[in-house]
């Protein structure tokens, strides 16, 4: 009585979540601007780094890393040659998947793995693959391998609060819209190989080509690097107490998990004002605070400290990590980075008049953040 | 199980082993099957019984149970984020069939007769779930097959559907029930309820991602303040909540109602049409054929090979899935005092057949949560599962590329369906043996040969 998926059906795969995967999600999340769509990238971001350890532990040489477009709303694993879209659900029991047009169509990839989130508990669990080819063939509907589609008329049961408001895409076999009434995507569960250990042997045993991507798309599109690009964030309106959305306040951070480094002296006690703030930045999966503190200054000025910290209870900063501060035009104005154990970089305090813009990058390696300022 | 043989064994509740269910031959329901074509049988089988054949109706009762046992292990596999139950609580609502009495329908199509031995009939006691699925399947103008009827028969069985509703969604709070409500969820309910859900996303969800930095852990309850964001919020809508105390009554009322399975479950059937043969076929999803014979008579001799493969590949995946964890929790800060414990974990698991619940003080940890997520058996087995199919995929992969049987670079689909039949082969000789000892409760019976090589392991390595 054995078929590969009934193992699945008994021990699904779990994946612990770790505290750092919330963080980076939440940080990456903040550059997504409705609250609506944040909670699901929050959730897809979650999902992503899930996957990425699970991979990281199976796979004898892995060569992962997340690839992350908040502008674009990317969000992928380059695995090797391959790429991942981790799609995360809350739950799956009406079996049905539902994911956004901008994480199918933004960028393909050869794999989508779906994972349902128990943000509460911490864990995901890997229900299930689907391979790019195959979800085209099923969004076709023409092709051999997916002469498949819903029945729309039968068994139709009414909800329990007696209202049946949502419909499903309207369905006529070989004739399948599966693109529902508010323009996502809504996928039977039974498209997805129930057994997510096949991508593993995919990934060690398949050349890319053998799964094809959407012509014309993956080409033309420009390799994404990982690189947030957030919205400038406006320095003077801190001191008018209002705080952007991904910056915390100093207190937060200090009581937080993430163990940040920070003591007093540290920062100029000098600045009134001063307000602390963290960027997250996802740098080879490490994750920095970025603190700005501000404070005014006479003739219209604000007066700036920028450091950076480990966090997560790491004593030191990367070696290597470079903070630089740039010119509105891209110029170095001047930068500093990390010997064997810093325990933080600084950048020399500067002044500027109100509305001057800049930018602060940090780069370990050849991966970059650049976070833009006006004051 | 192959061909004819679902006609007549039949799926029923047993004690005796660790599954807690067994399958039953059936010799009246195998005499008449004989005589059956295995392409026509249901629509042979169901045509007699409607005529009063109450043996047609065992073979059809034989044949519902298989999917009656796999919808129930599919349901607790979409709710196995959580503990409180497995597909074993589900089976005494549905599997109600021993397959012992004679039964055919009275006139109405519904009533169940039992004939005894003289013949007579009379009306039955209980009614037998299988004989109400066939009873109430139209086969002539039905669009779906009577498996895809037997599974969703099964999911609205009003027994089983109270017993999800109470245990289903036990593990988690009001808040991250309201958290996880979608747009599908949201559209069954009423547009005050709807407000009040959109207005509470909006704000509960904002803090939530800003609160898991500073603390993991369950939802808690909404703050006063946030109680009169969602208050003000509610009222720009021109829904009027006299305080935030009434917001938050009213945020309990409909996550009671989120509790309710069927808000969940609600959608229309999937069942896989073809249009070529205008049939529905299988979903594949729900495993109906048996693979234990997915390898072909001509590969018998990689057979063999992966026979005398697997032993090794076995003993070196518990080793490197070991280890692996070991590594893994001394580089944790959370969990690095339990590096040192982990094969004790196992050896009082394994040999001592104690319980994680018992475990958990033994070893030091906090709760029973936190030995879980250290020692979960089941994630243990998942993993040298995998190492141990990857590593005869590799293997096999390699001989028959030696052997020039395939390419250097085989194509996604015959990967997939090789490492399928790795998978199955594994799991028949390996794996489904051991997870259902551990999935068995509290008298485990860790006989496996897994449970055999993990003893074997841990004396070796205390030696």
């Known amino acids: ?375 | 199980m192959n061909g004819l043989s679902k006609y007549w064994q039949i799926c029923r509740l047993s004690l005796a082993n660790n599954q807690g269910y067994e399958f039953k031959e059936i010799t009246a329901a195998q005499e008449f099957s004989q005589n059956l074509s295995s392409t026509e049988a249901i629509n042979t089988l169901l045509p007699s019984f409607n005529s009063n054949s109450s043996v047609a109706g065992l073979c059809l009762r034989c044949y519902i149970s298989y999917p009656i046992l796999k919808s129930c292990q599919k349901l607790a596999a979409l709710f196995s984020s959580n503990d409180n139950f497995n597909y074993r609580d589900l089976l005494p609502f549905v599997l109600n069939d021993d397959g012992q009495q004679e039964i055919i329908l009275a006139e109405d199509g519904k009533t169940q007769l039992i004939i005894d031995r003289d013949g007579n009939t009379q009306a039955a006691q209980y009614r037998l779930f299988t004989v109400e699925i066939v009873a109430s399947y139209k086969s002539d103008n039905s669009s779906m097959s009577l498996d895809n009827w037997a599974f969703l028969q099964t999911k609205q069985h009003p027994e089983l559907k109270k017993f999800l509703a109470e245990f289903g969604f036990q593990h988690l709070s009001d808040w991250a029930m309201l958290n996880s409500t979608g747009v599908k969820q949201i559209a069954q309910l009423t547009t005050s309820d709807r407000q009040l859900i959109e207005v509470f996303h909006a704000v509960y969800r904002r803090d939530r991602r800003q609160q898991k930095v500073k603390r993991m852990g369950k939802c808690p309850n909404p703050t006063q303040e946030q109680l009169q964001e969602m208050q003000t919020l509610l009222r720009e809508r021109n829904c009027i909540f006299p305080s935030a105390k009434s917001v938050f009554a009213a945020l309990k009322k409909v996550a009671s109602l989120l509790r309710q399975y069927d808000i969940w479950s609600y959608r229309e059937p999937l069942e896989i049409y073809e249009p070529d043969s205008g049939n529905y076929a299988f979903r594949n999803d729900l495993p109906t054929e048996n693979s234990n014979n997915a390898l072909a008579s001509e590969e018998q001799e990689l057979l063999n090979f992966i026979q005398d493969s697997l032993n090794k590949a076995l003993v070196t995946a518990i080793k490197q899935t070991i280890s692996t964890r070991i590594a893994k929790l001394n580089k944790s800060t959370k969990y690095r005092p339990f590096a040192a414990k982990f094969v004790t974990g196992l050896e009082l698991y394994y040999c001592q057949k104690k319980s994680l619940g018992e475990i958990a003080p033994l070893l030091g940890f906090s709760n029973w949560s936190q030995a879980r997520r250290v020692l979960n058996p089941g994630d243990i087995l998942n993993t040298v599962r995998t190492q141990t199919v990857q590593r005869l995929l590799t293997i096999i992969l390699q001989k028959t590329q030696n052997l020039g049987l395939t390419d250097t670079s085989p194509s996604a689909n015959d990967l997939q369906s090789l490492s399928i039949q790795i998978e199955a082969f594994a799991d028949e000789a390996v794996f489904q043996a051991a997870t259902a000892e551990i999935k068995s409760g509290k008298h485990r019976d860790l006989q496996s040969l897994y449970a055999q090589k993990i003893r074997l392991y841990c004396q070796q390595s205390s030696s």
Request: aromatic letters at 8%; hydrophobic letters at 35%.
């Open chain 1, 1 to 375: 009585m054995t078929n590969s998926s009934d193992h699945r059906l008994l021990l699904p795969e779990t994946i612990w979540l770790e505290t750092e995967d919330y963080q980076r999600a939440n940080i990456i999340s903040n550059h997504v601007k409705a609250e609506k769509q944040r909670w699901q990238t929050y959730l897809n971001l979650i999902a992503l780094f899930g996957l990425e350890s699970w991979l990281a532990e199976r796979l004898p040489q892995p060569k992962i890393t997340p690839k992350i477009d908040t502008t674009k709303q990317i969000y992928y694993l380059q695995v090797g040659d391959f790429t991942i879209t981790a799609i995360a659900v809350s739950n799956l029991l009406d079996e049905m998947v539902q994911v956004s047009s901008q994480q199918l169509n933004n960028h393909p990839t050869h794999f989508y793995a779906l994972l349902e989130i128990n943000e509460e508990a911490e864990e995901a669990i890997f229900r299930g693959l689907l391979r790019r080819d195959n979800l085209d063939a099923y969004l076709v509907g023409g092709n051999a391998a997916s002469r498949r589609a819903m029945r729309s008329e039968s068994f139709r049961e009414a909800s329990p609060l007696g209202q049946v408001a949502y419909s499903t895409p309207s369905a006529s076999p070989g004739n399948q819209s599966w693109q529902t009434s508010y323009g996502d995507y809504s996928f039977p569960l039974s498209w997805f190989d129930p057994e997510p250990n096949h991508l593993l042997a995919y990934c060690q045993h398949l050349t890319p080509e053998a799964i094809a991507l959407p012509v014309g798309q993956t080409e033309s599109t420009p390799t994404v690097r990982s690189t947030i690009t957030a919205t400038r964030t406006k320095l003077t309106q801190w001191l008018q107490d209002t705080v952007i959305e991904g910056w915390s306040a100093i207190e937060t951070l200090i009581d937080s998990e993430m163990n940040l480094a920070y003591s007093t002296r540290n920062v100029a006690l000098e600045y009134k004002k001063g307000k602390l703030i963290n960027l997250g930045v996802e740098l080879n999966n490490i994750t920095m605070a970025l603190l700005v503190t501000v404070k005014e200054e006479e003739e219209n000025k604000l007066g700036v400290v920028i450091q950076l910290y480990p966090i997560s209870g790491e004593q030191y900063l990367p070696p290597q990590v470079q903070l630089t501060l740039l010119s509105k035009a891209g110029k170095t104005l001047q930068s500093s980075q990390a010997r064997e154990r810093d325990n933080y970089i600084q950048l020399k305090p500067f002044k500027g008049k109100l509305g001057k813009r800049f930018s602060i990058e940090i780069a370990l390696e050849d991966m970059k953040v650049k976070e833009d300022f006006e004051l």
